[in-house]
C-alpha cells in the first residue's frame, strides 16, 4: 500500500485547509486511515482516523468539533478537513494505513503498517 498526503500549507489562525490522503495498491481500500501529526520537538501523535467502510471516526480531544475525517466515494482517498486552525496545529501531518483497536467506542491503538510522507500544515498567528 503506498500513501500520498497532501494539501498542506501556511494559513492564518481561524483558516481552513483540507488534507488529502490517496492510497494505492491492491487491498488499500481494506483499511483504516489515520491522520497523525509531528511538530518540531515533540513527539507523534495521533489526529484522527476512519475505519476502511468510512462509518466510524475518531478524534482526539484537541480536534474535536474542528477537523472532519472522510473517505471518497471509492474510498481509496481520505480527506481531513481541518477548520477554525490554531497555531498549535502547526505540523508535518502523515497519513497510515492499518488496523484499529475500539473499546468501548474508543480507539486504543493503530497498527500504522503503511505510511505516507507527511505534508506540512503551519498556522501563523
Known amino acids: 500500500v503506498q500513501l500520498q498526503a497532501s494539501g498542506g500549507g501556511l494559513v492564518q489562525a481561524g483558516g481552513s485547509l483540507r488534507l488529502s490522503c490517496a492510497a494505492s495498491?491492491?487491498?488499500?481500500?481494506?483499511?483504516?486511515i489515520g491522520w497523525f501529526r509531528q511538530a518540531p520537538g515533540k513527539e507523534r501523535e495521533f489526529v484522527s482516523a476512519i475505519s476502511w467502510t468510512g462509518h466510524s471516526t475518531y478524534y482526539a480531544d484537541s480536534v474535536k468539533g474542528r477537523f472532519t475525517i472522510s473517505r471518497g466515494n471509492g474510498k481509496n482517498t481520505v480527506y481531513l478537513q481541518m477548520n477554525s486552525l490554531k497555531p498549535e496545529d502547526t505540523a508535518v501531518y502523515y497519513c497510515?494505513?492499518?488496523?484499529?483497536?475500539?473499546?468501548?467506542?474508543?480507539?486504543?491503538?493503530?497498527?500504522?503498517?503503511?505510511w505516507g510522507k507527511g505534508t506540512q500544515v503551519t498556522v501563523s498567528s
Open positions: 495498491g491492491r487491498t488499500s481500500s481494506s483499511y483504516a
Open positions: 497510515a494505513a492499518g488496523m484499529g483497536t475500539v473499546r468501548a467506542g474508543t480507539l486504543v491503538s493503530f497498527s500504522g503498517d503503511y
